[in-house]
């Protein structure tokens, strides 16, 4: 009884109006399905392009057939549930691995009877669901690395599997991101995808003000509190006073990434992999975010007996409770992976903050993605340095799509909101991209590094693995097949390489790499 369909006990509304730029827009897709088959919304955050979606969706069932809608994250499924819901009640169906088996069971057979759903809303393996007659797939925040299903098998991108689904139906596929992917970006101009923009905020309301502070020049003035600038605090003050809320971001979850000791320098790594261990202050040990294997904090090193053992860096854990200690009457949260290991969590921590029952939401990248809260006027972005430091061709890309993202939480209804951005790379040329929210800037010079260097979209990239525990065995195997693979594509094989993390769950790894022109027979 206590699953019967909560949209059954909520009364059906009709769909909003669309405003005169939602209205073009809507229209403009339409126009673009009639010769492409996938078309691309590209709409700032805050555009509306849910309003969009839920027209469409209408207008394909009222044809008689089924949408798939796809997010990125179950953390946003709550919120975007609850819209479609009071608008299309019972039709609406709803998966996700949060959910036990036996209800996702349910969805599988009602999605093989007469009596299945007109819409399913769902995170990546909704791709694998059966439908009848599949007219139309969303993919929002299309965007997102969290479509990639990296480990186990099977191995797939949603976005891409979504549309070679719809293709096998006969259906349509729409993207839909602030931040469009660079492969998506260039399909969409060079005529593979259609393309629509939505360039203003619903309700006419202003993109935040990015103010970017230098970390690097207040640390050496002794004037940072923890990981907080100046202007920070005041600004979470100001916004506290007002009755206002506040995110906080910082793309690291536990306490300390790293604890070191002061006197010879030792550093707990994990016996598993070629990490070091992150510090949970919660549960008063390290932990590898590799493996899972956990290690008792030491009083003393083990190297040196020295007692002097400090917590270098920060995570979401530490931020909570620096926070709590100089916010004392603020109620805060955190969102990361440790705190939503269940769905009931998720939903709590989201609808507790929307309700104003929490001030302040500290979190990792899931509080970036497409989450509406009305009474957001200060935005904090810790330390964007973490972001654009990482060792991938698609780290600036994503850099800058996380910090526009996590930006675009900011201001909404009548208020201009505030985005502190601090970095101690107050010169990398992100920072005016991401102040000024130039996304065509930031991608038309990505894909001429691409080119340049052969990367996707102009080159396909192939990785190849290899994993012993025996590393002499192992460096003889990748030399053998690189060697192999060379006499075939000659100089499009690199390596045999060490990945970044070159040791995990007790197996050596080494990386081949294939770069492939995309045009290749």
Known sequence: IGRIDKALLKEVIPVNPLNEHQQRAYHSILENFQSKNVCLLHGVTASGKT??????IEETIRQGKQVLYLLPEIALTAQITERLQRVFGSRLGIYHSKFPDAERVEIWQKQLSEADYDIILGVRSSVFLPFRNLGLVI???EHENTYKQQDPAPRYHARNAAIVLASMYGAKTLLGTATPSVETWHNATTGKYGLVELKERYKEIQLPEIIPVDIKELHRKKMMKGPFSPLLLQYIREALEQKEQVILFQNRRGFAPMIECNTCGWVPKCKNCDVSLTYHKGLNQLTCHYCGYT??????????????LRNRGFGTEKIEDDIKALFPDARVARMDLDTTRTRTAYERIISDFQQGKTDILIGTQM?????????VSIVGILNADTMLNYPDFRAYERAFQLMAQVAGRAGRKNKRGRVVLQTKSIDHPIIPQVIANDYEAMVGGQLAERQMFHYPPYYRLVYVYLKNRNETLLDLMAQTMAAKLRTVFGNRVLGPDKPPVARVQTLFIRKIVLKIETNAP
């Open 51 to 56: 309003e969009v979606y839920i027209h469409l």
């Open 139 to 141: 993919v929002d925040e």
């Open 295 to 308: 290690y008792q904090l030491p009083r003393i090193c083990p190297a040196c007996e020295g007692t002097d």
């Open 367 to 375: 509080v970036s993605k497409g989450l509406d809260f009305d009474h």
